[in-house]
């Protein structure tokens, strides 16, 4: 018998599979993983559509190679979440060099026809 993941399992797994992807250059996980209205507010204050942060994984404007999670707060309510996770983050970003991060990334997600979509995240470091 097949056990169902709760809505925290599943948005936890949505957190490392969004990883995976970013280091993978999955554009179709990427695509999969995001919402439609998806956007990231960089630490700098720039702000990404999902079209354009996902053709800067794809192009190496962002690069990813590796993710280690040390934590993760995830709220749900209903058919949204809040999910803040802290990371150690392997990456070569808008042509600087190679270089491990805390990074912090604080997201909002939304259940969309049964499945949980990440809709913003802003960055930051911790």
């Known amino acids: 018998m097949q056990q169902t993941l709760?809505?925290?399992?599943?948005?936890?797994?949505?957190y490392h599979e969004m990883y995976q992807a970013m280091v993978n250059k999955n554009r179709a996980e990427l695509e999969r993983v995001h919402g439609e209205s998806f956007?990231?507010?960089?630490?700098?204050?720039?702000?990404q559509s999902?079209?354009?942060?996902?053709?800067?994984?794809?192009n190496g404007t962002l690069n990813y190679f590796d993710?280690?999670?040390?934590?993760?707060?995830i709220q749900v309510n209903g058919?949204?979440?809040?999910?803040t996770g802290k990371?150690?983050?392997?990456?070569?970003?808008?042509g600087g060099g190679k270089h491990t991060w805390r990074?912090?990334?604080k997201f909002t997600l939304d259940k969309i026809n049964g499945e949980w979509k990440l809709t913003s995240a802003k960055a930051s470091t911790y």
């Open 87 to 94: 990371s150690r983050v392997t990456a070569a970003v808008f």
């Open 103 to 105: 990074l912090q990334l």
């Open 6 to 14: 709760s809505d925290r399992e599943r948005i936890e797994r949505l």
């Open 50 to 58: 999902k079209a354009v942060y996902i053709d800067s994984i794809m």
């Open 67 to 73: 993710e280690q999670t040390e934590q993760l707060d």
């Open 79 to 83: 058919d949204t979440a809040i999910m």
């Open 39 to 47: 956007y990231l507010l960089h630490m700098t204050g720039m702000k």
